[in-house]
């Protein structure tokens, strides 16, 4: 299945259908997680789930993830910040060449973009109380 994703990437037209196959598996797996960890742990599962696990397990499993999260926000963050830069230096010199110009820009949205990727990080744990406050906002 990989193989035929990858080798019908070579027609443009069908990108579509190779990110929405991507994207199926991607929430089946989170699903069959989430059941998976219910059944096991019933009501009492620890946020994050790992959090549930014997204490040498739950190294084995932060110690296979943590490097994985870092991976998984460097990526977004170039993403991010490569899809501003395109878009600031679209008809410039800047985009291609190596000036002093474009690398302190790709610096600073580097830096922005892992600022803002912690910042929300940091509020998610309250993102409880956000919610509570936008929805008596919202009356």
């Known amino acids: 299945m990989f193989f035929i994703l990858i080798s019908e990437m ?37 946020s994050p789930a790992f959090s ?27 993403t991010a910040s490569k899809l501003i830069f395109g878009r600031l230096f679209r008809n410039s010199r800047h985009l291609h060449s190596n000036t002093v110009v474009g690398w302190s820009i790709w610096t600073l949205l580097i830096i922005i973009m892992n600022g803002a990727a912690f910042v929300l990080a940091m509020g998610v744990p309250i993102f409880y109380y956000i919610v509570g ?3 008596s906002l919202v009356r």
Not at 13 to 35: G, P, R
Not at 58 to 66: E, L, P, S, T
């Open 10 to 46: 070579n027609k443009p037209e069908d990108a579509m259908k190779a990110a929405y196959t991507l994207q199926s598996f991607a929430t089946l797996f989170y699903i069959c997680f989430a059941v998976v960890c219910y059944l096991y742990l019933g009501d009492s599962v620890a």
């Open 52 to 78: 549930s696990l014997p204490i040498l397990w739950q190294k084995i499993a932060f110690g296979v993830a943590i490097p994985n999260f870092l991976i998984a926000g460097a990526l977004y963050a170039h």
């Open 133 to 135: 406050l936008a929805a």
